[in-house]
Nanobody
Framework: QVQLVESGGGLVQAGGSLRLSCEAS????????MGWYRQAPGKQRELVAR???????NYADSVKGRFTISRDNAKNTVYLHMNSLKPEDTAAYYC??????????WGQGTQVTVSS
């Protein structure tokens, strides 16, 4: 069983920055991909950023140029660096992992609130 624990959320003013962390209970290098999703009230959960085993990344258009996903294999941790935050970035952010066999796991979520 994989456990993902997120941290780093909080309240920030528009234009500010936050770094989210997701620590996995196992080696993240064994995962096919890891990513960050977010869900705002009344909206569907959406992919924000993803990093695959090879190190390639992809981002939602709404965060390109502002957010960066990275990983530290030694710490079994994936990060989401968020800059130039906007009120529309306000959401619960969830860490996700997908194993080589296609199983998906989710963290408990961390709230990000951006005030205008």
């Amino acid at each position: 069983q994989v456990q993902l624990v997120e941290s780093g959320g909080g309240l920030v003013q528009a234009g500010g920055s936050l770094r989210l962390s997701c620590e996995a209970s196992g080696s993240i290098f064994s995962f096919n991909a890891m990513g960050w999703y977010r869900q705002a009230p009344g909206k569907q959960r959406e992919l924000v950023a993803r990093i695959v085993r090879s190190g390639s990344t992809n981002y939602a258009d709404s965060v390109k140029g502002r957010f960066t996903i990275s990983r530290d294999n030694a710490k079994n941790t994936v990060y989401l660096h968020m800059n130039s935050l906007k009120p529309e970035d306000t959401a619960a952010y969830y860490c996700n992992s997908m194993t080589m066999s296609g199983l998906m796991y989710w963290g408990q979520g961390t709230q990000v609130t951006v005030s205008s």
